[in-house]
């Protein structure tokens, strides 16, 4: 005869305890389960994402779909980190902006969201990480060196819309940088046929205001009112140079240091620097054809000799390529020259700074 099975004894309510913590311990185990496969964020990072959410109502971030992806360098990787930030895309829907992505095609894109995206990045098993973007302040063909990118972003945190300065990237005529500080071109641009072609771009209709009757010289401004998905779209749309405030002027106030008047006081002469405004199309960047830069050199160039024969100077240094993209000339003056050149604050200059090392070892030689 077999011996009796003895079942362990629990006391009255045991049972339910014992089912409470096997719930909790599924519960736990589920939770890392989760954790494993969801994007990963520092705590800090999640919380500082969250606050510029509420500020401003999106943030950019940078998301991980792979780390490993920069490792292999392929056609068929390319295609699988792209169908990848498709299927990512496609969960975020409306929560993920269709302009102003990146994607580097090394296991990385970057792209705007809002809070409910946040949540579900928080929650995603389609990516390994996501963070602030580093590079939130750096992508953009026209984003920095004049301030008119980060007035728009501002604005746009105040306002849905904005009006603006678009200056297309047109094969534009020679022009001038008259003394008034304004922009004068010696003939027509293709005005109309760019902006047939940047209406044809998805973000198109994000663009409202445009009156080609507003631009009677054809010069390659139009304006227009956009909101921020027709921004993303325009600093990285081809047919666009620049977006800028309505109106908006290059830093407003010129600077003229006051220490290359008391080197030249000192010493009879300074060696100083001169930057110009440029004109409506100017662009420190090199994303420009060659015809268009060509012009920016040659109406630099003309206007800096213009502003120093008006000052006594005979003759302009011969100007490096960059500088003369730039409008930027180094030269030494003597004082009377700088006190001119002072005095007529033309309003084609944007600074006017000294070297004071070199301005004083000059006195010696």
């Known amino acids: 005869m077999a ?17 409470a913590r ?23 990072e999640l919380a500082m994402l ?24 392929s056609e068929e ?13 496609a969960e975020l829907g409306d929560s993920a902006f269709p302009t102003g992505r990146r994607n580097n095609g ?41 301030g008119s990118f980060e007035a728009i972003d501002d604005a746009l945190v ?18 001038t940088l ?24 998805p973000f198109a209709q994000h663009i409202k205001g445009i009156d080609r009757r507003q631009n009677p010289q054809l010069a390659p401004v139009v304006q227009a009112k956009i909101d921020r998905v027709a921004f993303f779209g325009l600093v990285e749309s081809v047919h666009v140079r620049a977006v800028r405030p309505r109106g908006f002027v290059r830093q407003p106030s010129a600077i003229w240091h006051e220490d290359a008047l008391r080197v030249a006081a000192r010493e009879g002469r300074a060696e100083i620097h001169i930057l110009l405004r440029g004109g409506v199309t100017y662009t420190h960047l090199s994303h420009q054809s060659p015809k268009a830069r060509r012009y920016q050199m040659d109406a630099n160039t003309r206007a800096l000799d213009e502003i120093l024969k008006a000052a006594g100077v005979e003759a302009l240094p011969v100007l490096s390529e960059v500088d003369a993209h730039m409008g930027l000339v180094h030269l ?34």
Do not use: C
């Open 3 to 19: 011996p009796p099975i003895h079942f362990p004894y629990f006391p009255s309510g045991g049972m339910a305890r014992i089912r």
């Open 22 to 44: 096997a719930a909790s311990l599924l519960a736990a185990l589920a939770a890392v389960a989760f954790q494993a496969t969801a994007a990963e964020i520092h705590p800090y």
């Open 50 to 73: 969250q606050q510029q959410v509420q500020r401003t109502g999106w943030v950019r971030v940078m998301v991980t779909l792979d780390r490993s992806a920069w490792r292999t360098r």
């Open 77 to 89: 990787q390319t295609l699988r980190l792209q169908a990848l930030a498709d299927r990512l895309y």
């Open 106 to 146: 090394l296991g990385w894109i970057g792209f705007y969201t809002d809070s409910a995206g946040i949540a579900m990045l928080s929650r995603t098993a389609l990516a390994e990480k996501f963070s602030i973007d580093p590079t939130g302040r750096s992508w953009g063909r026209e984003r920095a060196g004049d």
């Open 158 to 175: 105040a306002s849905p819309t904005v009006e603006v300065d678009l200056v297309l990237a047109t094969e534009e005529p020679p022009y």
């Open 178 to 201: 008259l003394p008034d500080g304004s922009t004068r071109f010696d003939g027509p641009s293709e005005v109309n046929e760019v902006l047939d072609r940047l209406l044809t771009e």
């Open 332 to 365: 030494v003056i003597t004082r009377p020259q700088l006190e001119k050149l002072f005095a007529q604050r033309d309003p084609r200059i944007l600074s006017v700074d000294v070297n004071k090392a070199i301005g004083g070892l000059a006195s010696k030689n």
